[in-house]
């Protein structure tokens, strides 16, 4: 959309209070999300009423559920334009609009159109860039809204992946991040048979330095990815692998469609193909009636996975999901408690996942001045672990060094830069 609007003739602005155009990008995955954006929007009402030629804009999932979208219009009546996730390739339309007809306007689609090749962007970094493979989800897990607010998985054809990124790679970019709800699903939706592996097999090849890719499901994650893993210099040896809970009877329940050993089965594949592999995850706790033997087992399968890393949840309801109509026994004290035992041990396997390194020398890229101390820079290694090294010197930035790792932390770890 930045990149939209920069066409348009628009600047980035750092001070959203005092633009021309204001637009809420917004997540609904879970309530707390919400709850800022409603936040935001009202000190927005203040500024809208001093300047009234200000556009005000709500975008991205929440317009997506009916109930978002109601509560805006019949309370937040300052906004101008509100449009969904399928809308965002008719941006220049609705501001247009919106400036014409001074009144509101609303543009939400339930179905999505197609991909839009060659749209304008904007990347924040000069050498680290997102790349969009596929859009949407297919896998209804019954406590998630994104297959309700994204739409059904559509992929982008390889060809013009692997161009953008070989574009990217002569602009002098070193690391991509495939991005997707559900990578490992991606070219099902184009009736082709290749697949996310042979994907990694071709963009291996464009010469680009680093690879990660984000979001994996399990039972998705095929031999030939894992394969790709070991052979291909440039795919980082991390992977984020969300399990939600260790519990069979529960993640029946939550669609997710494996089970403990099938999970397991998995990460000790990938062990054995990428030995010193760092694997993360995403967990949820408090999913409606989970008792404190299912919990446990989630517990257990952290212990024997060696998590380092996770996105620890407690469950949020969202309406319109299989999930928020189930009764739920669990007290809200009880669910911050588990979450409270969970996070100690995550946090023990975040350390344990830096402790490892230490005396070892490792690739770092070097994103900038860390703020962790003066004369520091700062950049992700390959397994991706922030690390901090003594050094002023910004022609480092975007380079790959080596830095012999000296102290872990618990949240990244401090190493020497080597000659
Ligand atoms: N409540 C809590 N966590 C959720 N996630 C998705 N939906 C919900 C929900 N309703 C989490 C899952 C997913 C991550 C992106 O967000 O763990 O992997
Ligand atoms: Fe949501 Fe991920 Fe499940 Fe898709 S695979 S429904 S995005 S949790």
Known sequence: MAGILESLGYKLSSDPMNSDVVLLNTCAIRENAEQRIWGVLGQLKGRKRENPDMI????????????????????????????????????????????????????????????????????????????????????????????????????????????????????GYKEITLLGQNVNAYGKDLGSDYTFGDLLYDLDKTGIERIRYTTSHPRDLDEKTMQAMADCKS???????????????????????YTYDDYMTKINRLKELVPDISITTDIIVGFPNETEEQFQNTLKLCNNVGFEGAFTFIYS????????????????????????????????????????????????????????????????????????????DMSLIGKTVKVKVTEPKTWFMIGELCE
Request: with cysteine; glycine share 6%; aromatic share 6%.
């Open 56 to 171: 005000v804009g709500i975008c991205g999932c929440m317009p997506q559920e009916e109930n978002a979208t109601n509560k805006l219009l019949e309370s937040y009546d300052f906004v101008d334009i509100v449009f969904g996730t399928h809308n965002r390739n008719n941006l220049p339309e609705l501001i247009y609009q919106a400036y014409l007809t001074k009144s509101k306007v609303v543009e939400v689609l339930s179905t999505q159109g197609t991909i839009l090749e060659n749209a304008p962007k904007v990347r924040e970094s000069k050498h680290k860039a997102w790349v969009n493979i596929m859009f949407g989800c297919d896998e209804f897990c019954t406590y998630c809204i994104v297959p309700y607010t994204r739409g059904r998985e559509r992929s982008r054809h390889k060809d013009d992946i692997i161009s953008e990124v070989k574009e990217l790679v002569s602009n």
């Open 235 to 257: 795919v980082m040896p991390h992977l984020h692998l969300p399990v939600q809970s260790g519990d069979d009877d529960i993640l029946k329940i939550m669609n997710r469609k």
């Open 317 to 392: 309801k969202r309406e319109g999901t299989p999930a928020a109509k189930m009764p739920d026994s669990i007290s809200e004290e009880e669910k911050h408690e588990r979450l409270t035992r969970l996070n100690q041990i995550i946090n023990a396997g975040y350390k344990a996942g830096h402790e490892r390194f230490v005396g070892k020398v490792v690739e770092v890229l070097v994103d900038g001045p860390s703020k962790h101390g003066d004369d520091m820079m700062c950049g992700y290694s390959s397994h991706l672990k922030l690390t901090h090294f003594k050094s002023s």
